[in-house]
């Protein structure tokens, strides 16, 4: 195949979509409405390699804030493996990210290369599978992300990711996009989460929250939104040991893990306040 042939430009809106197929077809059961607000994240973010403009690539370099940038989506069309056209790709979104703390959520398999780009491990994610159920109650009350100012929960949010978020985060909370329940105690969020529906089932994610009881309470709150005995699915921070026994208590099982690399420093998160990460593709 000529590589003069292949060319390499940015998505257009309408293309994200193309990504998040593919990255189903490979196994990551992506939400329904994920395109939206993935490029509402960073509209230069995303990135397709054609072959004689047909699209066989992808890849995503979201720019969050001045100093992070956060990569995935990394795809080649099984029959243009092994010819050099993903390299290609990946220089392209590493290059779009100079200057910035990079972040992904890398296969396990892949970890070594990614070391070879300067990638460190900073923790596992381990992504839980289990069943919704309604037979158990929360003890505290919720609001939704409608009845809450955004500024609230962006402030919120802040805490739990390396960077300013906010177009991405106004629109994955969306109406369209997701339930998102709050705790609130005393005039302040003390705990947000969001479920979506997915290819298969619905994700939870994120889940954060200031104490394991709160995660819990949010859990039931955010299940009982959907039908009973539904696939779900939550990515859980190997640190977080509160968040597996969480996971472990609601008969979930470990079926899919990650590793969260960074080039620079890693970002001080409360991770043991995060029991469910937002995205394995944005972060």
Not at 61 to 74: I, N, P, R
Not at 246 to 259: D, H
Request: glycine share 8%; proline share 4%.
């Amino acid at each position: 195949m000529e590589n003069s042939k292949f060319t390499v430009s940015i998505m257009a809106q309408h293309e994200v979509q193309t990504a998040i197929n593919w990255a189903s077809h490979e196994g990551r059961n992506s939400g329904i409405n994920d395109a939206s607000a993935f490029y509402a994240a960073d509209v230069t973010g995303f990135w397709v390699g054609k072959y004689e403009d047909t699209p066989i690539a992808t890849i995503s370099a979201v720019k969050y804030g001045k100093s992070f940038g956060f990569m995935g989506l990394y795809i080649v069309h099984e029959a243009f493996r092994g010819k050099g056209f993903g390299m290609k790709m990946w220089e392209t979104a590493i290059s779009s990210l100079r200057g910035r703390n990079i972040g992904l959520d890398g296969v396990l398999a892949q970890q070594e290369n990614y070391k070879k780009s300067g990638f460190k491990l900073a923790h596992r994610n381990i992504r839980f599978a289990g069943k919704s159920t309604t037979t158990q109650m929360p003890a505290s009350s919720f609001v939704e992300a409608k009845n809450i100012h955004f500024q609230d929960l962006e402030n919120y949010d802040k805490t739990f990711f390396p960077a300013e978020r906010s177009a991405f985060l106004k629109a994955w909370v969306s109406p369209q996009n997701t339930h998102t329940l709050a705790i609130v105690e005393n005039s302040k969020i003390v705990g947000y989460g969001s479920i979506r529906t997915c290819e298969r089932g619905f994700k939870i994610g994120p889940l954060n929250a200031e104490n394991g009881d709160l995660a819990c309470d949010l859990f039931l709150a955010l299940t009982a939104r959907i039908p009973e005995a539904s696939d779900i699915f939550l990515d859980v921070p190997e640190p977080n040991k509160n968040a597996i026994l969480l996971a472990q208590k609601f008969g979930m099982t470990p079926v899919f893990e990650t590793a969260r690399m960074y080039t620079n420093e890693f970002p001080p998160m409360p991770l043991e306040k995060i029991y469910g990460i937002t995205t394995f593709e944005l972060g």
